[in-house]
């Protein structure tokens, strides 16, 4: 199982960025899936997921309004898109598939840096 994101990079304040996660080895629409980051120095905090049925989405506080998931599970990818990035989103970012009976994969992350 590979799972890899891509599409960070340095962008200013106000800017956004589309980050994409390749799954491979595994079918994707048994699985719930999400994003999450962790920054120079600081515990990993859960940014976004998405539940099997894609029933149930979560974001955190610090991204609401601002971030959006979504999955296409036929090509087994998903994505984050990030508008109004602001300084504090600076971190490495990782995308993760959990399977309804705990089953746990996560991939090498992307880097994303918010500076003017």
């Known amino acids: 199982v590979q799972l890899q994101a891509y599409g960070g990079g340095l962008v200013q304040p106000g800017g956004y960025l589309t980050l994409t996660c390749v799954v491979s080895?595994?079918?994707?629409?048994?699985?719930?899936i999400g994003w999450f980051r962790q920054a120079p120095g600081k515990e990993p905090e859960g940014v976004s997921c998405?539940?099997?049925?894609?029933?149930?989405?979560f974001y955190a506080d610090s991204v609401k309004a601002r971030f959006t998931i979504s999955r296409d599970n036929a090509r087994n990818t998903m994505c984050l898109q990030m508008h109004n990035l602001k300084p504090e989103d600076t971190a490495v970012y990782y995308c993760?598939?959990?399977?309804?009976?705990?089953?746990?994969?996560w991939g090498v992350g992307t880097l994303v840096t918010v500076s003017s």
């Open positions: 993760w598939a959990r399977r309804w009976n705990g089953v746990e994969y």
């Open positions: 080895g595994l079918t994707m629409d048994h699985y719930a």
């Open positions: 998405i539940s099997i049925d894609d029933g149930m989405i």
